[in-house]
C-alpha cells in the first residue's frame, strides 16, 4: 500500500475486549478520504489481545486505504516504550496516540487532524480545556492527575493544560532526530519539554473510564512519572537550565577547593623534609602551590575556560588570589564583629567561613572568569 496519511498507534495490555471495538470505531471515525494505518502493540498480553487481533485480521476484507498492523513485543515493558515502538513502525505523515480502551473517543481523531493541518505542531487532546471533562473516575485519580498536570506545568515549563494526555496527534518529521526515553506513561510530556516552540493546540473531550478490563496505572507509573520529571528538569529543553549549571559550578569550586587543602599538606610536607629548608618557608610554599592549582583547575574544569594567552592568564591569576585574601579579610571581620556583638565562637565562625567561601566563588565567577553571576 502507499503510505496512509495517519499512523494510528494502540499500545494494549489484557485489552481483548476492548481492542476490536476500538478498531471498528475508529475506522468508522476516520474520513474515506484519508488512508489509516492501524498499529495495535501489543505486550504479549495473557488475554490474547495480540492473537484476537491477528485473527480479525485475517477474517478482514481487503479495502485500499485501510490497514491493521500488530506488533507483538515479548513481555510487558511498559505504556511509554510500546508508544515509542510504535511510532518507529509508523509509515504514515501524521501520527495519533490512543489509549486502547474506549477512553479516547475516536470522533475526536478528525479534529486532532484538522488542528494539526492548520494551526499546529501537536494537537492534544484535552480534558482540561473548557469543554473537557472527565467521566467516571474517583476523586482519587482526578487528584493525582490533576497534581501531576500542575507539577509539570510549573517544574518544567509546560503550557499545555493537560500535558498528561495519553491522546494527541504530530507530524511524524516532528520527533525524527529526537531522543526521547519513553518511560513510564508520559511521552507526551517528553515531547512537550524536548520539542521546544512547537506549536501546541488543545482539542476539548470527554474522557470515558473504561466499561471493560482494568487500568494498567499504579505505584509503578507514578514513580515512573516523578524520575520522568526529574530528568525532564535537568535536561530543560535544548540546554542545562540556569540553576543546575550555577550549582555543578559551585559544586565543582569547592571540590577544588578540597582538592587545594591536599595540595597544601602534601607540599608542606615534602619541603619540610628538605634540610635546608625552614619549616614557615615549607609552609608558604604549600599554600603558592594549592593557590596555583586551584586557580588552574578553576579556570580549566570549573569554568571551562581555554584561553590561556599570557596577559589575561596573568590578570585571572591576581584577580584570583585578589579575591581569596578580601575572602579571608571578610571572614576574620565577620568573626570579629560577631563575637564582639556577643555571638559565640562555633557560630561567628561559620558565618564566617560560609560568607568567605560564598563571596569567592561569586566573585570569581563574575569578575575573574566574566561571567553572570546566576546563568553563564
Ligand atoms: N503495550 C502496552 N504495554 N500497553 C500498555 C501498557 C504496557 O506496559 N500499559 C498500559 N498499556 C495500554 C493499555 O492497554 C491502554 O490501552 C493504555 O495503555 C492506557 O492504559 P490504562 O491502564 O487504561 O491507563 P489509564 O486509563 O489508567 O490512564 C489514562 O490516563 C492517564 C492520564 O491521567 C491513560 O490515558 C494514560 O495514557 C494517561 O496518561
Ligand atoms: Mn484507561
Redesign the pocket.
Known amino acids: 500500500m502507499a503510505r496512509p496519511q495517519v499512523s494510528i498507534i494502540l499500545?494494549?495490555?489484557?485489552?481483548s475486549q476492548n481492542i476490536l471495538e476500538m478498531l471498528r470505531s475508529i475506522r468508522e471515525s476516520i474520513p474515506h478520504s484519508v488512508s489509516a494505518q492501524a498499529i495495535v502493540?501489543?505486550?504479549n498480553s495473557p488475554d490474547g489481545t495480540g492473537r484476537i487481533v491477528e485473527e480479525h485480521k485475517r477474517g478482514m476484507k481487503q479495502v485500499a486505504g485501510y490497514t491493521i498492523d500488530v506488533i507483538h513485543?515479548r513481555a510487558?515493558?511498559?505504556?511509554g516504550a510500546?508508544i515509542l515502538q510504535g511510532i518507529g513502525h509508523a509509515r504514515g505523515e501524521t501520527i495519533v496516540v490512543m489509549?486502547?480502551?474506549m477512553?479516547h473517543p475516536p470522533h475526536i481523531i478528525p479534529k486532532l487532524l484538522d488542528a494539526l493541518r492548520h494551526r499546529c505542531d501537536i494537537a492534544v487532546a484535552s480534558r482540561y480545556i473548557r469543554g473537557g471533562r472527565i467521566d467516571g473516575w474517583p476523586a482519587r485519580r482526578k487528584i493525582i492527575?490533576w497534581g501531576a498536570s500542575t507539577i509539570a506545568r510549573r517544574v518544567l515549563g509546560i503550557t499545555a493544560r493537560d500535558p498528561?494526555?495519553?491522546?494527541f496527534a504530530f507530524r511524524r518529521n516532528l520527533v525524527e532526530g529526537v531522543s526521547l526515553d519513553g518511560i513510564g506513561?508520559k511521552v507526551l510530556m517528553e515531547m512537550l519539554v524536548k520539542i521546544r516552540g512547537a506549536r501546541i493546540t488543545e482539542v476539548p473531550y470527554t474522557f470515558r473510564d473504561?466499561r471493560l478490563g482494568s487500568?494498567?496505572?499504579g505505584g509503578r507509573a507514578i514513580a515512573d512519572y516523578c524520575r520522568s520529571v526529574g530528568r525532564l528538569y535537568l535536561h530543560g529543553g535544548a540546554e542545562p537550565r540556569d540553576s543546575v549549571r550555577f550549582l555543578s559550578k559551585a559544586a565543582r569550586f569547592y571540590t577544588v577547593g578540597a582538592s587545594g587543602f591536599l595540595v597544601n599538606y602534601a607540599i608542606s610536607l615534602l619541603f619540610t623534609q628538605m634540610p635546608q629548608f625552614w619549616y614557615l618557608h615549607a609552609n608558604l610554599l604549600g599554600i603558592a602551590a594549592s593557590i596555583t592549582s586551584n586557580f588552574l583547575l578553576n579556570k580549566t574544569w570549573t569554568f571551562q575556560d581555554r584561553d590561556f594567552g599570557a596577559r589575561r592568564t596573568l590578570i585571572q591569576y591576581a584577580k584570583f588570589v585578589g579575591f581569596g585574601s578580601a575572602g579571608a579579610a571578610v571572614q576574620l571581620g565577620i568573626v570579629y564583629s560577631m563575637v564582639e556583638g556577643g555571638w559565640s565562637y562555633p557560630v561567628s565562625l561559620a558565618a564566617g567561613v560560609l560568607t568567605a567561601a560564598l563571596s569567592n566563588f561569586l566573585l570569581n565567577k563574575k569578575w575573574t572568569f566574566g561571567e553572570k553571576l546566576w546563568g553563564g
Open positions: 499500545p494494549t495490555y489484557n485489552e502493540v501489543d505486550d513485543r510487558k515493558a511498559g505504556l510500546a489509549d486502547s480502551d477512553s492527575s498528561m494526555s495519553g491522546f506513561f473504561r487500568s494498567k496505572m
